[in-house]
């Protein structure tokens, strides 16, 4: 496909070699050459750094420059554009004007997108003749990394329009929320706004410290950063602009720094001074802040979105915690916290007013996890939902299932909940005769599983509290590695410590030539707590073995496959459809017949050659009493593809 993207700061270079490295043709024009020279030796910068990183190889990185081109006339970038991709600064008239130029120059097959955070995709769309054929797309900071694009649909976006937006994000290797209405602020910038508004004003009406209220949302409430050390971070200036243009009272305190120049960390300070890097702040500090004074506005703008229509609670939630690293996402903390609990929160607050869609749950007594059922459904059912840190996912055509670690915010982290959940799915899958093949993968396309989540154990000094983790994970891996079905570690990203021990557990590891492999536990002065010192040696030998977990050494898919630690590696653009396709063969087999081949091979190793053929003999015994048997030698004779039923 040919792109351009107009605009060659912050945004668009990144847009440009996202696209560029995915195959795309890619075109990018700005209105000064200092602007193109500065965005291309940005572009080279990063790709030298993914070559250094081993992320990708030398020669794709010159292939993906090969596909840049770069030029100052608008025609030219969008002369023979599939999409246009505009990135210019967030002002509604710049805008508006660029969308005139841009219909005025490209074809009328050409689909033009805004990647905007906020402002109103419609308007844009009013600019043109042709609004059916404009689409928002925000793409998060930096591009290259962040695995969330928002597709936004305007009130004139045709359906072909809107699925051609998701089909290009998806062929980056994003991960896709849409926003089916064009409301203000979509979902990320809506919700998000109340993080830092909420405890801008607490600090000025109440003079609450921002050390104390960054301190209990970091230490207490779980996000990365806390509301100032974030505005600090994305620049005070580009916040003053959001609530200019939302038409929203501004903080005093906002104001002031933005009027000073004080615009955060790329100057040097903001609401924090950074001569002496990031704020020091300890758990202590925020003890006497209650984090539910800013996630109850936050939650009531989600839930807000649920009444409008705009994506469903598992959807806002994905975008929330893609986006902004927003733990487990709103919504799924409402229910945790409790929906009368956040409703008494925001009642309290007088400024804010509670969304009726609150006040109707709280009424019919759909309170969240205590009541069974809330913005998701908690009762004993089972299903995706029932999960918090797990998508289990079952295709009733294919046999296949799908268990996928949703902690993408947290690189996949392996936590004591992950483990617990985990044990629950495979139980349940286990016993379902639907289910023939489970694959095991990551959510996003970083990280499979980088490891242990070290900070949900608290203090990690304990050792009797990681002893007990130790040998439960070991139990999980265990069941996992005795599983009676065929199973699959689809190994998207980063594997690292226990999550190259879950994937050690399965029969096949397949990975993604980006993928990257190591037992690195020494590294943080441990060593593997999930089996992984032994099943390496049983795939590696003892050598080898101990080379990998001596040194902590990180390999690259091609590494990994040339020592036999992985089954085998795909090219990035096919990994998805390459999995599918050997899972599906795999669920067509006789049921039986794997289970028991499986128990003969996992027991290879470690049982006398004759008490294994006798294993063997007896196995065989069984399956020659089967109905596949006979469906399997029926569809020989005639030349078909047998339908095991697993009887």
Request: a negative charge; proline letters at 5%.
């Amino acid at each position: 496909m040919r792109l351009a993207v107009i605009g060659a700061g912050e945004m668009g270079h990144g847009i440009a070699e996202l696209a560029a490295l995915h195959g795309h043709d890619v075109a990018i024009r700005d209105i000064k050459k200092e602007y193109l020279d500065r965005g291309m030796e940005r572009i080279r910068w990063s790709l030298d750094k993914l070559v250094e990183k081993k992320q990708i190889r030398r020669e794709q990185a010159d292939e993906a420059l090969g596909r840049i081109h770069v030029t100052l006339e608008l025609r030219e970038a969008c002369h023979d554009a599939d999409f246009v991709i505009e990135a210019v600064f967030e002002d509604p008239e710049l805008k508006r004007k660029v969308f005139r130029e841009l219909d005025g120059v490209a074809p009328p097959k050409t689909i033009l997108a805004s990647n905007t955070s906020a402002l109103p995709i419609t308007d844009m769309a009013a600019a043109t003749k042709r609004p059916q054929k404009v689409v928002g797309m925000h793409f998060f900071n930096p591009p290259m990394l962040m695995p969330l694009v928002e597709v936004i649909r305007a009130d004139p976006t045709s359906d072909a329009t809107l699925q051609a937006a998701i089909d290009l994000a998806k062929s980056f290797g994003k991960t896709v929320v849409v926003v089916r209405k064009d409301v203000p602020g979509f979902i990320t910038t809506r919700i998000l706004g109340p993080y830092f508004e909420q405890a801008a004003w607490i600090h000025e009406r109440e003079g609450v410290p921002i050390e104390t209220i960054d301190a209990a949302m970091r230490f207490r409430a779980g996000f990365p950063m806390g509301p100032f050390e974030l505005a600090d971070q994305v620049g005070i200036d580009v916040l003053h602009h959001l609530i200019v243009n939302a038409r929203r009272p501004m903080p005093r305190s906002v104001q002031d720094l933005v009027d000073r120049k004080k615009l955060g960390h790329k100057v040097g300070e903001g609401f924090y001074a950074y001569k002496e890097g990031r704020p020091k702040l300890t758990p202590e500090m925020g003890q006497a802040f209650d984090p539910i004074r800013i996630l109850a506005p936050m939650i009531n703008e989600a839930a807000e979105l649920v009444a409008l229509d705009v994506a469903a609670p598992s959807e806002i939630d994905e975008a929330m915690r893609l986006g902004t690293a927003f733990p487990k996402g709103p919504l799924a903390t409402a229910d945790d916290l409790g929906i009368d609990v956040v409703l008494a929160a925001l009642k309290a607050d007088k400024a804010t007013k509670a969304a009726k869609i609150l006040e109707d749950m709280a009424a019919r007594g759909d309170l969240g996890v205590k009541s069974g059922k809330g913005f998701y459904d908690h009762g004993s059912g089972g299903g995706p939902m029932s999960y918090e840190t797990l998508l289990v996912n079952q295709d009733a055509t294919t046999h296949v299932a799908t268990i996928t670690i949703n902690r993408p915010d947290r690189l996949n982290t392996l936590s004591p909940q992950v483990f617990e959940e985990l044990g629950r799915a495979l139980s349940a899958l286990g016993e379902d005769d639907g289910v023939r093949c489970v694959i095991l993968t990551g959510a996003g396309d970083r990280s499979f599983s980088a490891g242990a989540d070290l900070a949900s154990f608290g203090d990690i000094s304990k050792a009797f509290k990681v002893w007990r983790f130790s040998r439960r994970s070991e139990e999980i891996v265990g069941h996992l590695a005795n599983f009676p079905k065929p199973t699959i570690a689809a190994i998207n990203g980063h594997c690292f410590g226990g999550g190259l021990e879950i994937a050690l557990a399965c029969d096949f590891r397949i990975a993604a030539s980006r993928a990257k492999l190591g037992q690195t536990e020494v590294n943080l002065g441990l060593v593997p707590g999930a089996g992984g010192s032994q099943r390496l040696v049983r795939v590696l030998g003892q050598a080898k073995a101990k080379e990998l977990v001596f040194l902590g050494s990180r390999l690259t898919a091609d590494e990994a496959a040339t020592i036999g630690l992985v089954t085998k590696t795909v090219p990035n653009e096919a990994f998805a459809a390459e999995v599918r396709a050997f899972a599906e063969k795999l669920a067509k087999q006789a049921p039986i017949a794997i289970r028991l081949a499986k128990v003969l091979l996992n027991r290879s190793g470690d049982t006398p050659i004759d008490v294994a053929l006798e294993m063997e003999a007896m196995a065989f015994g069984l399956v020659s009493s089967t109905e596949d048997i006979y469906e399997g030698l029926q569809a020989f004779m005639e030349k078909r593809e047998p339908k095991f039923k697993g009887e």
